[in-house]
């Protein structure tokens, strides 16, 4: 079992439309971090998100830590074909645990 | 600056051959990270080391290896190849083991053991 719940396991949508990615635990968490694999390549950090209840915003991209730090969602506004890849959430609790990712894929 | 440098890129190996995955970062980076990615199941930690000279287990250390002589260099060994090591291995480094250091990732080394 995943310490890390992911959903939805895979989404596809058309460019310009908005989409939401989840990441749900029944821990707690002392920070969040978010990472976008793109295929044959490592995953690269997207943002960390620390405080309860913290909003983050990368250009399109809002990353939001739940109150209670067992949660966080990514939400990406009007998304292109270059926002497709595998999205990975990670919580830090003594050590890193990963999700099982989003596999996103924008339709241009 | 290349950061982290796995090599090689694609592997295929026979049931009880033995291989080493090589991985080199010029970050300086203390911490450095061995990862296996299987479909649906995330990123699961084989190995870890907080320094040169020291190792430690992850979650799924059976079947694997490694050493750390020095700061750059982690290599990956496996002994006995099983079809269970079938894979995406992914090395990564970071500068200190905060719980929320960001880990810096390698391209991935793809095995196949048939």
């Known amino acids: 079992t995943q310490l890390l719940e992911q959903s939805p396991q895979f989404l596809s949508i058309q460019e310009g439309e908005n989409l939401t990615v989840y990441c749900n635990s029944s821990?707690?968490?002392?920070?969040l971090q978010w990472y976008r694999q793109e295929p044959g390549e490592g995953p690269v950090l997207l943002v960390t998100?620390?405080?309860?209840?913290e909003v983050k915003k990368l250009k399109r991209l809002t990353f939001q830590f739940g109150d209670a730090r067992k949660d966080s969602s990514l939400h990406i506004t009007a998304a292109q074909p270059g926002d497709t890849g595998l999205y990975l959430c990670?919580?830090?609790?003594?050590?890193?645990?990963f999700g099982a990712g989003t596999t996103v894929t924008v339709r241009a | 600056n290349a950061g982290v440098t796995q090599t090689p890129k694609f592997r295929i190996l026979k049931i009880g051959q033995s291989m080493t995955l090589q991985c080199t970062q010029d970050?300086?980076?203390?911490?450095m990270y061995w990862y296996r990615q299987d479909p649906g199941m995330g990123l699961k930690l084989i190995y870890y080391?907080?320094?040169?000279?020291?190792?430690d287990k992850g979650e799924v250390p059976n079947g694997y290896n490694v050493s750390r002589s020095t700061t750059e260099d982690f290599p990956l060994r496996l002994e006995l190849a099983a079809p269970s090591q079938t894979s995406v291995y992914f090395c990564?480094?970071?500068?200190?083991?905060?719980?929320?250091?960001?880990?810096?990732f390698g391209n991935g080394t793809r095995l196949t053991v048939t």
């Open positions: 990564a480094s970071s500068t200190r083991d905060r719980e929320n250091s960001p880990l810096h």
């Open positions: 821990s707690v968490f002392s920070s």
């Open positions: 998100v620390v405080t309860g209840g």
């Open positions: 990670a919580g830090a609790r003594y050590k890193l645990s």
């Open positions: 970050m300086n980076h203390n911490y």
């Open positions: 080391s907080v320094g040169a000279g020291i190792t």
